[in-house]
């Protein structure tokens, strides 16, 4: 019997070739962008469950509060001294493990000389915490000694060729040499973290590096991610609740407020990171639940409106087969046979579209990741209990899709069939109207989905940061001996016109907090608000053009500037005054520095535009060491390869032994809104799809509607109807659906973006006629859809259609 149907159903799909074609296609592309949303979504769920201890594995994070208990900064990383205190104050926690980020350091191995991102201080038991393969050494004794490090197959072969790697030794910073005991493989790319190299964290012990003592009593400094082992199951409650009783008994001073009033602890389950911190500071990226959600919604939509298609379209072509339905019952078929053959058809048909869609995906997805820069794989769909569920879909999808026609088709009286009369009562129009209606709100509620993100992410590209970021690069800083020399020697070049120095660069997070008082007479008045702070030099402002709201820049001509401050204008108003005039002159102390608010500038955007703008105080250190760590320098005109390559040969001069690099400004800013511009580039394609795919829909029931009604339109134009009048009449009663769509999705659509935007503090607002272009797009659309069988209704002949009258 399964095979007779499955024969009757290629017949059919043979038989009714347009019909067939059409169905196919909107199966096909539906399931080609779940497919791909699958494979994104399949990534992000699998971040770090590699690691067979994942489960046990928790971060400790450290937030910091105003006098209020307001949080103002959350850092994912916590000070040296946390990491054996806690094991030894907490007997349940197993192990503890610390990685320590060697920022951008200068390696060199005989004549190769290069810059790494990707180097960390390890604890020696970091193998035994995390499933990193080593290829060689012997991973217990590896990172034991100081001076050691493990690093991987493409580092070993960047460094050493094809030369044996252990027992090599690298160069560190022209200062240390470090002896290569490991070659480990990578972290996979759905890896929170991805090391290049390994050194021992026994290292750190060298004062010359960090030293003994401080890792035993700098609570400052919160950059090492420290991480727990705990037992099975465990209740972590008990040991975060004892965290407030652990912070006094090691920070608390004799006469000082208890510490735990201004410092928390905080325990994160290390499989919730990827997608749920956002913290101010991690070891990489993280991903957001909340764009799962959103693309697992949108994967959802597309694939019922191709359902909905099939419906439509099958339901059309049902007077096609409607005297099939009447024989079949006449000579014996019961409605439940009919049923399975036209189920069995629409499993065929699902299933033959999916392995379409799987070749759509294996070719689109290079596509995909070259715009969107996902790192997607097909390889992620071949997981057993994924595979297993792709193909299911489409039995599952199949059964949806069909059973309404399925139902319909069988529910056909064979008397009324065999003698031409098929009438189709209103529920069934109203049912198929529903299934358009939601159609076209899902289409509509991405339309303005896809115009908001677009404006959005136009907006924080174009909006004004309060600074000119055009025509600015940064470099590495230079010892402080060296840089007026450096800076004279650049400064020769005409194109280039401005050069500064600071802590911190604009597109970075500003995370520096010293405290800070104002003075009402002698009397320092400690203020509860947060205030940030970076060091910059004389030339810091006017390289960057932001503007000064009241009072001056540092200056070479005040010896004493060494001790002043310049905020801005959100610094003023915590402080409590009025102007920016009336902060000029007032004493305040910020950390350890005593000194005079000698101007302010303009509020200006040190940060992304998902971030406020902070209290922002910049001092200018008197101390010669202070190298700062970045140069900005401005470039006039666009002549940026010849001022590169005075950069490069001035940098030679003064560094030779550190190669040279550089940024753009305006590239960093761009790259704080990657996120933004994936989903932008993805909602354009899915929504682009979504809306063909329901305009197969609506074609799906205008064929089927006009297929009602040709005897009428022949009437129609016996009596004189113009074919412009048919394709109205026609065409009104399937643009009032559009209508009605438009008014459920509206709405819709205002409250899931309103909600969108909160993530950015500098945001659009929603504009009415986004919602005016979504519904006349899509009336658009549908009319130019309905309009093809309009047309071709009314143009036909009308003696054809009103022959067996």
């Given amino acids: ?11 059919n799909i043979a038989r009714h070739k347009f019909i067939s074609f059409i169905n196919i296609s909107g199966l096909t592309i539906g399931l080609t962008c779940c497919l791909l949303i699958l494979t994104y979504i399949v990534k992000e769920l699998s971040y770090d469950k590699f690691n067979h201890n994942a489960p046990n594995i ?10 209020d208990g307001i949080v103002n900064l959350h850092l994912g990383a916590v000070a040296p001294p946390f990491g054996p205190l806690l094991k030894n104050e907490f007997p349940d926690i197993k192990m503890v493990t610390r990685l320590f980020p060697n920022g951008d350091v200068v390696l060199r191995y005989k004549e190769k000389l290069f810059t790494e991102m990707g180097s960390y201080f390890a604890d020696e038991n970091f193998l035994k915490f995390f499933d990193l393969k080593t290829l060689a050494g012997d991973p217990k004794t590896a990172l034991s000694e100081p001076y050691t490090v493990m690093m991987t197959e493409e580092m070993a072969h960047k460094y050493f060729g094809n030369e044996d790697p252990i027992n090599k030794e690298i160069r560190l910073d022209n200062q240390f040499n470090f002896k290569v005991t490991g070659i480990f493989r990578p972290f996979p790319a759905n890896s929170q973290m991805h090391p290049q190299m390994l050194m021992s964290f026994n290292t750190l012990n060298d004062d010359k590096v960090y030293g003994r003592n401080a890792l035993r009593t700098n609570w400052g400094n919160n950059s090492f991610f420290t991480y727990l082992l705990l037992p099975d199951n465990y209740n972590i409650d008990r040991i975060s609740s004892q965290f407030p009783a652990f912070i006094d008994k090691y920070m608390n001073s004799p006469g000082q407020p208890r510490q735990s009033k201004f410092t928390q602890l905080h325990i994160q389950r290390f499989l919730d990171i990827h997608l749920h911190s956002h913290l101010d500071d991690e070891v990489e990226q993280n991903g957001d639940i909340k764009r799962v959600y959103i693309f697992s919604a949108i994967a959802l939509f597309i694939l019922l409106i191709a359902c909905i298609n099939y419906m439509n379209l099958s339901t059309a072509r049902s007077t096609l087969r409607a005297k099939e339905i009447g024989i079949r019952k006449v000579i014996g078929a019961q409605q439940k046979e009919i049923i399975t053959q036209f189920l069995s058809e629409s499993v065929l048909v699902t299933y033959f579209s999916l392995i379409l869609a799987l070749i759509l995906t294996w070719v689109l997805l290079p596509l995909i990741n070259r715009f969107s820069e996902l790192g997607l794989s097909i390889n992620s769909l071949y997981q057993p209990v994924i595979l297993a569920s792709v193909l299911l879909l489409p039995l599952v999808i199949g059964l949806i899709s069909g059973i309404y026609p399925a139902i319909f088709m069988s529910s056909f009286k064979p008397i009324k069939v065999l003698k031409g009369i098929l009438k189709v009562g209103s529920g069934n129009i109203s049912f198929r109207k529903v299934l358009v209606v939601t159609q076209f709100s899902i289409s509509i509620i991405l339309i303005v989905a896809t115009t908001i993100v677009f404006q959005q992410l136009r907006y924080i590209q174009t909006k004004s940061l309060g600074f000119n970021k055009d025509h600015l690069l940064t470099i590495p800083g230079i010892p402080a001996n060296q840089f007026e020399a450096f800076k004279a020697d650049i400064l020769r070049d005409p194109v280039i016109k401005d050069v500064a120095r600071s802590s911190r660069i604009p597109s970075g997070r500003l995370l520096d907090d010293q405290g800070a008082s104002v003075f009402d007479g002698d009397k320092p008045l400690p203020v509860k608000a947060d205030i940030k702070c970076i060091n910059t030099d004389y030339g810091f402002i006017p390289t960057y053009g932001i503007k000064m709201a009241a009072g001056r820049n540092f200056s070479r001509d005040f010896a004493t500037d060494s001790n002043n401050f310049v905020i801005n204008v959100a610094t003023v108003k915590v402080l409590g005054w009025k102007t920016p005039e009336n902060a000029i002159g007032r004493d305040m102390s910020y950390g350890s520095t005593k000194g005079k608010i000698i101007g302010v500038v303009n509020d200006f955007h040190f940060e992304s535009l998902h971030q406020n703008i902070v209290p922002l105080l910049m001092e200018m250190p008197s101390f010669a060491n202070n190298n700062y760590g970045k140069i900005s320098i401005k470039i006039g005109g666009s002549n940026t390869d010849a001022a590169l390559a005075t950069l490069q040969q001035t940098w030679k001069k003064y560094q030779p032994e550190t190669p040279f690099r550089y940024t753009f400004l305006d590239e960093r800013f761009q790259r704080l809104y990657n ?35 040709v005897k009428e339109i022949g009437v129609r134009k016996v009596l004189g109807a113009s074919i412009p ?9 399937f643009l009032k659906l559009v209508i009605v769509a438009a008014v459920i999705a509206l709405p819709i659509a205002w409250y899931a973006m309103s909600k969108w935007l909160l993530d950015f503090a500098f945001r659009v607002s929603i504009q009415w006629w986004v919602f005016v272009m979504a519904g006349v797009i899509a009336l658009i659309i549908a009319f130019a859809t309905i309009s093809f069988q309009s047309i071709k209704a009314a143009m036909a002949n009308p003696v054809k259609s009103l022959r067996s009258e």
């Fill in 1 to 11: 019997m399964i095979k007779n149907y499955l024969r009757s159903a290629f017949r």
């Fill in 675 to 709: 996120s933004e511009q994936q989903q932008s580039y993805l909602f354009t394609i899915f929504s682009c799809l979504a809306i063909f795919i329901a305009c197969l829909g609506l074609f799906g029931l205008s064929a089927f509607t006009i297929s009602q009604r």
């Fill in 58 to 67: 928790y971060r400790v994070s450290r937030s910091f509060n105003t006098a």
């Fill in 725 to 733: 009048q048919i394709v109205t009449e026609l065409s009104k009663d």
